[in-house]
C-alpha cells in the first residue's frame, strides 16, 4: 500500500530533550515536505526537499533541523524543543513531473507536546 | 505574498442536505491551483477536490463541486446530500506553480463542518 508513514503518532515531552520525528515513503517520490498545524492558522510549511541532500526552510523553519539521506526519508529534528512548537505536525511527500511538486501525499499526522 | 482566508470557523448541515463551505484568496499571479483536504477526526488530510486556474469549468467529484470565481479570487467548496462521514474540518489551499520549487500550499484556517442525523 502507498503511504506516508510518520512516527511517532503521539509524544509528550519536556523543554530542552531532542526528539526526531521520522517520516518514511514507499512511493519514490522525489519530493518530500513537513508541515505544522495550529489552531486558527491552518498549515504551514517547516522545511522541504527536492531530492536526496537537498533541503531549504519553509515559512516557520525556527527551531527544526532535517535531513534527507535517504530518497524515502525525511526525518524532523527538534534540538531543544520549546512550548511553542508543540503542534500537529505533518510529513508529506509528491513525485516531481519536470522538477515540479505535483499532488502532496501526506502522513498520519504526529501530535507533539512540550512541557 | 499569497493568502487564503475561510471566514467561517464552524459550519453545521443536516444530513442530506447541501452546505456550502467559503473560501477567498489573494493572489497577483495569473496561474494556479486551489485545493479542498478534509481532515476527519483520524487527522488524515484527505484530498477532495483540486481546480485548475486556468479552466473555467469548475470541478466536481461525486457530490462535491465548486463554485471557482476567478475575477472574485473565490472558491468555494458545495457538498450535497450531506453524509454523517462528511463531517470534518475543511481546508482550503492555494498553489502557486511556479512555486519557487518549494510545492509549498497555502492553507486556510479551516472550518469545522458538523452534520447532525
Known amino acids: 500500500e502507498a503511504q506516508v508513514t510518520q512516527n511517532p503518532r503521539y509524544l509528550i515531552t519536556v523543554t530542552g530533550k531532542k526528539l526526531t520525528v521520522t517520516c518514511s515513503q514507499n512511493m519514490n517520490h522525489e519530493y518530500m515536505s513537513w508541515y505544522r498545524q495550529d489552531p486558527g492558522l491552518g498549515l504551514r510549511q517547516i522545511y522541504y526537499?527536492?531530492?536526496?541532500?537537498?533541503?531549504d526552510k519553509g515559512d516557520v523553519p525556527e527551531g527544526y533541523k532535517v535531513s534527507r539521506k535517504e530518497k524515502r526519508n525525511f526525518p524532523l529534528i527538534l534540538e531543544s524543543p520549546s512550548p511553542n512548537q508543540t503542534s500537529l505536525y505533518f510529513c508529506?511527500?509528491?513525485?516531481?513531473?519536470?522538477?515540479?511538486?505535483?499532488?502532496?501525499?501526506f502522513g498520519e499526522g504526529s501530535r507533539l507536546t512540550v512541557l | 505574498a499569497q493568502t487564503v482566508t475561510q471566514s467561517q470557523p464552524e459550519m453545521s448541515v443536516q444530513e442530506a442536505e447541501t452546505v456550502t463551505l467559503s473560501c477567498t484568496y489573494d493572489?497577483?499571479?495569473?496561474?494556479?491551483?486551489l485545493f479542498w483536504y478534509k481532515q476527519p477526526p483520524s487527522r488524515q488530510m484527505i484530498l477532495v477536490i483540486r481546480?485548475?486556474?486556468?479552466?473555467?469549468q469548475n470541478a466536481t467529484e461525486n457530490r462535491f463541486s465548486v463554485n471557482f470565481q476567478k475575477a472574485a479570487k473565490s472558491f468555494s467548496l458545495k457538498i450535497s446530500d450531506s453524509q454523517l462521514g462528511d463531517a470534518a474540518m475543511y481546508f482550503c489551499?492555494?498553489?502557486?506553480?511556479?512555486?519557487?520549487?518549494?510545492?509549498?500550499?497555502?492553507f486556510g484556517q479551516g472550518t469545522t463542518l458538523q452534520v447532525k442525523p
Open positions: 493572489t497577483s499571479e495569473s496561474d494556479y491551483y
Open positions: 489551499a492555494y498553489r502557486s506553480p511556479g512555486s519557487s520549487n518549494t510545492g509549498k500550499l497555502i
Open positions: 526537499s527536492m531530492n536526496v541532500e537537498v533541503t
Open positions: 481546480q485548475e486556474a486556468y479552466k473555467q
Open positions: 508529506a511527500s509528491s513525485p516531481t513531473d519536470r522538477g515540479l511538486p505535483g499532488e502532496l501525499f
